[in-house]
């Protein structure tokens, strides 16, 4: 069992930044991919940025250039640094763990975008 745990959501004016983290606890072991996925009211989910086990990075082209994620094997954390924040970034952040057979969640984390 995997247990993944996201923390950083909040309320952010356009412009500014926030970071979001997550942990993963459990039974995780080997090679995986670790990830944030969003969705936003009324859509469905979608990725935004992943890091694999050896820090190949790929982005959602609407947040390139402002989103920045990063990993620790060693802690089995992922963060997402997001900057230049706009509306269009307001929703749930979901943090993924994927392994060759498996995909893991977290409950999400809700980032809301307003002036």
């Known amino acids: 069992q995997v247990q993944l745990v996201e923390s950083g959501g909040g309320l952010v004016q356009p412009g500014g930044s926030l970071r979001l983290s997550c942990a993963a606890s459990?039974?995780?072991?080997?090679?995986?991919?670790m990830g944030w996925y969003r969705q936003a009211p009324g859509k469905q989910r979608e990725l935004v940025a992943t890091i694999t086990w050896v820090g190949r990075l790929n982005y959602a082209d609407s947040v390139k250039g402002r989103f920045t994620i990063s990993r620790s094997n060693d802690k089995n954390t992922v963060s997402l640094q997001m900057n230049s924040l706009k509306y269009e970034d307001t929703a749930t952040y979901y943090c993924?763990?994927?392994?060759?057979?498996?995909?893991?969640w977290g409950k999400g984390t809700l980032v809301t975008v307003s002036s």
């Open positions: 459990g039974s995780l072991f080997g090679i995986y991919t």
């Open positions: 993924n763990v994927a392994t060759s057979q498996l995909n893991y």
